[in-house]
């Protein structure tokens, strides 16, 4: 099993910062890119922003500038760094991770992506 657990969410004002953590664990694993995603109220879930492992990074047109993403290999976390902060930017955040698993049933590694349970961000005007 692969599990992803996100923390940081909260309240903030507009213009405010806030810093998202990812964390993944999971025996047998092994990961190739994170990212996070978002979901707004009647809206579809939308990217915000990936790294992959030669730390190339992608971000939404929409928060390029304001947000950055990161990765700590050593600790299997994925960090996602919001700035200025606008109201627009309210949504449920979503870590994603996507890799390789291996099925012992199988003795091979298997594409594999998994999702957190997602962290409420609420930016007030």
């Known amino acids: 099993q692969v599990s992803v657990v996100e923390f940081g969410g909260g309240l903030v004002q507009a213009g405010g910062s806030l810093r998202l953590s990812c964390t993944v664990s999971g025996l047998l694993f092994t990961i190739n890119s994170g990212g996070w995603y978002r979901q707004a109220p009647g809206k579809e879930r939308e990217l915000v922003a990936t790294i992959a492992n030669d730390l190339t990074t992608n971000y939404a047109d929409s928060v390029k500038g304001r947000f950055t993403i990161s990765r700590d290999n050593a600790k299997n976390s994925f960090d996602l760094q919001m700035s200025d902060l606008k109201p627009e930017d309210t949504a449920v955040y979503y870590c994603?991770?996507?890799?390789?698993?291996?099925?012992?049933?199988?003795?091979?590694?298997?594409?594999?992506?998994?999702w957190g349970l997602g962290t409420q961000v609420t930016v007030s005007s």
């Open positions: 994603n991770v996507v890799g390789e698993r291996f099925v012992v049933s199988e003795s091979r590694y298997r594409h594999h992506q998994a």
